[in-house]
C-alpha cells in the first residue's frame, strides 16, 4: 500500500463518518415526509365533512324557507278568511280551525327547521376551523421537511435544528384540532 492508497482510504473514512453524521437528518425527512402525508389526508377528509355538513346546513335553510312561505301564505288566507263573508257559518268555523291548526304547525315546525339549520352551520364552523389547522399543520410540515433536506446538500446542522422547529410547529398545529371544542 503506497501513500495515495492510504490517503484514499483516510479520505473515504472521513467521507462514510460524515455521511454517518446525516443518517439522523435523512430518517427525520423520512418521518417529515408519512407526517406531511398524514396531515394532507386528514385535512382533505375535514374540508370535504365541512363542505357536505355546508350542503346539509343549506338544504335545512332552505327547509326553513319553504316552511316560512307556507306560514305566510296561511296566514294571508286566514286573514282573507276573516274580512270575507261566508253564508254557511259551520263551514266558516270549520275553515278557521283548519287555518288556525296550520298556523300553529308552521309555527313549531319553523323553530324546529331554524335549529337544526343553526346546528349544522355550527358544525361548518367548527369544520372550518378544524380544516384550517391541518392546512396549517400541512403548510409547517412541507417548510420543515424542505428546510431539513437542504442539511443535505450543506452539510450545515443549523438547516436541521431549524426544519426540526418548523416541523414541530406543524405537528402542534395538527394536533391542535383535537383540542378545539
Known amino acids: 500500500m503506497d ?17 454517518e453524521s446525516l443518517r439522523p437528518v435523512a430518517f427525520t425527512m423520512s418521518v417529515l415526509a408519512v407526517l406531511v ?16 355538513a355546508q350542503n346539509q346546513a343549506t338544504d335545512a335553510w332552505n327547509e326553513y ?17 276573516s274580512v270575507v263573508t261566508i253564508d254557511n257559518k259551520e263551514t266558516a268555523a270549520k275553515l278557521n280551525k283548519v287555518y288556525s291548526e296550520h298556523e300553529k304547525k308552521w309555527d ?3 323553530k324546529q327547521d331554524q335549529a337544526t339549520a343553526e346546528s349544522l352551520q355550527v358544525a361548518v364552523e367548527k369544520g372550518e376551523a378544524r380544516a384550517d389547522r391541518f392546512d396549517l399543520g400541512e403548510i409547517m410540515l412541507e417548510i420543515g ?14 438547516y436541521w ?10 405537528i402542534v398545529a395538527a394536533a391542535s384540532v383535537y383540542i378545539l371544542k
Not at 394532507?40 to 363542505?51: I, K, M, S
Open 108 to 110: 313549531s315546525e319553523l
Open 161 to 170: 435544528i431549524v426544519g426540526l422547529v418548523f416541523s414541530i410547529t406543524g
Open 37 to 52: 402525508a398524514v396531515t394532507t389526508v386528514l385535512g382533505e377528509r375535514t374540508h370535504e365533512n365541512a363542505v357536505l
Open 65 to 81: 324557507q319553504a316552511q316560512k312561505i307556507r306560514e305566510y301564505d296561511t296566514q294571508l288566507t286566514a286573514d282573507l278568511m
Open 145 to 158: 421537511l424542505v428546510i431539513t433536506s437542504v442539511t443535505l446538500l450543506t452539510r450545515s446542522r443549523i
Open 3 to 19: 501513500a495515495s492508497d492510504v490517503q484514499d482510504l483516510k479520505e473515504h473514512a472521513e467521507h462514510g463518518a460524515h455521511e
